[in-house]
């Protein structure tokens, strides 16, 4: 439209006055407007493309810390690696316990915030569902976390305790596939955006 009205401009000019270069400057005034305008566009695409990367690459980052949150410092004295609740009973007490809870707890905050950023942005209803179900198993795994620190704190018997661990292994399985998930769709989406 503003080309057409250019055009018609220019030919105005050029049939009232004899003077062509008034018709040809307006026409590169019109012709350095259109490059500068298809410039910033392309630019802005830029900057969306790259800001929804950043945000992907957020996302992912948080379910990989929740998947790779564990107990200790060395990998040795996860819940995550222990298969027998009697071990558990014997490795795990009630400040590394607490001590985890307090990592995975700034993790659920930040959920809330990767929460906002996967329902605001337009990412698929499939990454959507994966950041809800982790933050739900995060919630529910953190009250089963506090549950067996209490336990260890009032030290009551090692029966309910066994219970107890053995339940918080699984929700921490389940956390871990949820998380697996979220990665799994992100990683979709980035894939899709390289091509």
């Known amino acids: 439209m503003f080309i057409a009205a250019g055009l018609y401009i220019w030919a105005i000019i050029i049939l009232l006055n004899q003077d062509n270069?008034?018709?040809?400057?307006t026409i590169t005034t019109l012709l350095l407007?259109?490059?500068?305008?298809?410039a910033i566009m392309q630019n802005y695409s830029f900057r969306r493309k790259e800001h929804r990367e950043r945000l992907l690459n957020e996302i992912?980052?948080?379910?990989?810390?929740?998947?790779?949150?564990n107990i200790g410092a060395s990998g040795s004295d996860t819940l995550?690696?222990?298969?027998d609740p009697l071990v558990a009973d014997?490795?795990?007490?009630?400040?590394?316990?607490?001590?985890?809870?307090?990592?995975l707890q700034g993790l659920k905050t930040r959920g809330?915030?990767?929460?906002y950023i996967s329902d605001s942005t337009q990412f698929s209803d499939e990454?959507?569902?994966?950041?809800?179900?982790?933050?739900?198993?995060?919630?529910?795994?953190?009250?089963?976390?506090y549950y067996c620190a209490d336990i260890k704190y009032r030290g009551l018997s090692s029966e309910?305790?066994?219970?107890?661990?053995?339940?918080?292994?699984e929700l921490r399985l389940k956390m871990d596939e949820h998380a697996n998930k979220v990665i799994e769709e992100a990683t979709t989406i980035k894939i899709k955006n390289l091509g």
Not at 33 to 38: D, Q
Request: glycine letters at 6%; a positive charge; one cysteine or more.
């Open 33 to 38: 407007a259109l490059a500068a305008f298809w």
């Open 127 to 145: 990454l959507k569902t994966a950041v809800k179900k982790l933050n739900g198993s995060l919630d529910i795994f953190l009250e089963s976390l």
């Open 160 to 169: 309910v305790y066994r219970e107890q661990a053995n339940k918080s292994f």
């Open 80 to 83: 995550k690696a222990v298969e």
């Open 60 to 69: 992912i980052e948080w379910a990989i810390n929740i998947s790779n949150c």
């Open 21 to 25: 270069w008034i018709g040809i400057s």
């Open 90 to 103: 014997q490795i795990l007490t009630h400040y590394q316990l607490t001590e985890w809870g307090v990592r």
């Open 112 to 115: 809330k915030y990767i929460g």
